[in-house]
Every structure is written in C-alpha cells, then in structure tokens.
C-alpha cells in the first residue's frame, strides 16, 4: 500500500467553488510593506496577514495559511496556482522573505569527519560555510535522494538530489551518511 503526503484527494464541488472564491481575494502591502487581507464579501475589516505553508517540504505550492495577527486563520489557500497572478506574486515574496532554505550546489571542504564539523559549501545564493554539529542533523527527505542539513546556527541547507551533486562533493558527503 503507497500513500503521499501530504494527502491528495479528486477535486471536489467544494473545491472548485473554493477556487472561484481564491479567484476574488483582495491582497495588497500597507504603507508598511506588509501583507493585508480583506475578505471579498466584507464581512470583516482588513487585517494583516503572513503567508504560512502546511507543507513547505513535501509540497511547497500547497497548503497556504494566511494567519492573522492573533494567529488564526483568515484564508486557506489549496494551491497557489488558484490565486490571480497579482496576489499570488504578493504571497510569494513574503514566504520567500520568511523561509531561507539555500540549495546546496557543492561541497568545497570540511574540516574533519568527526562532528563537529566545519563545512564549505556553495549554495544557489552564494558560499556558505556551516558547522554540523552531528550527524543526524543531515535528515533525508521524499526519495531518499533529497537531504535536509541543519546548521548549527539554524539555517537549513537544501540538497534537491544527491546524484546531481559533483563527484567531490558526494564522497565528501557520503562520510557524513
């Protein structure tokens, strides 16, 4: 038996009509910079909302929250492709803004094989270098190919497949494994 995650059902009546509404949505910045929702039949004010992902790993173009200062949900969104291009951009940059997660492109060096380890690293925004403080900060994602490495000052660093990584880069890696 296979399942996915996150759980993926036929699209429905309820969906599509919820599509429709997504196809309404009011979302602009404040003089601020920040992200405002109103609700397209009014029935509230305009609130300030952040854009947060149920999924941000397994399926990122998923599962959109808009939370509310309080922390409550305003808007659910079920796919981004939904919303109109002018919003989707809107909710875009701000999780853009929120979720740093550079793509590990290289590993250049490290300074042992024993943790903690010191490592040079180019990432798709440039070089980087991270400290693993143990093993089992480098988690495998999906396919097994994809690895999440966790810094020891909390930056996450991407590997979409390990196979596509230089050859260097995969024996130096494959220490850590």
């Keep these: 038996m296979t399942s996915t995650f996150p759980p993926s059902a036929p699209p429905t009546a309820a969906a599509s009509s919820a599509t429709g509404a997504l196809a309404t949505i009011r979302l602009q910045r404040n003089a601020h910079g920040r992200l405002v929702w109103t609700p397209s039949d009014g029935t509230q004010q305009p609130t300030e909302v952040v854009p947060v992902r149920a999924f941000p790993i397994a399926a990122p173009a998923e599962g959109i929250s808009l939370v509310g200062p309080d922390g409550h949900e305003m808007q ?10 002018a919003a989707r951009s809107l909710v875009e940059e701000d999780l853009d803004a929120r979720e740093f997660v ?14 903690p380890s010191t490592w040079m690293v ?9 400290v693993l403080k143990a093993e089992e900060d480098i988690r495998r994602l999906g ?12 930056v996450q660093f991407r590997v979409p497949d390990v196979g596509a990584l230089d050859r260097q880069s995969r024996r130096l890696l494959e220490r850590f494994l």
């Design 143 to 154: 396919g097994r190919t994809a690895l999440l490495i966790a810094s020891a000052d909390g």
């Design 102 to 115: 550079p793509i590990l492109e290289r590993l250049v060096s490290v300074s042992g094989f024993s943790t």
């Design 76 to 85: 659910w969104i079920e796919h981004l492709d939904h919303l109109p291009p």
């Design 122 to 130: 180019e990432t798709d925004r440039g070089p980087a270098q991270l």
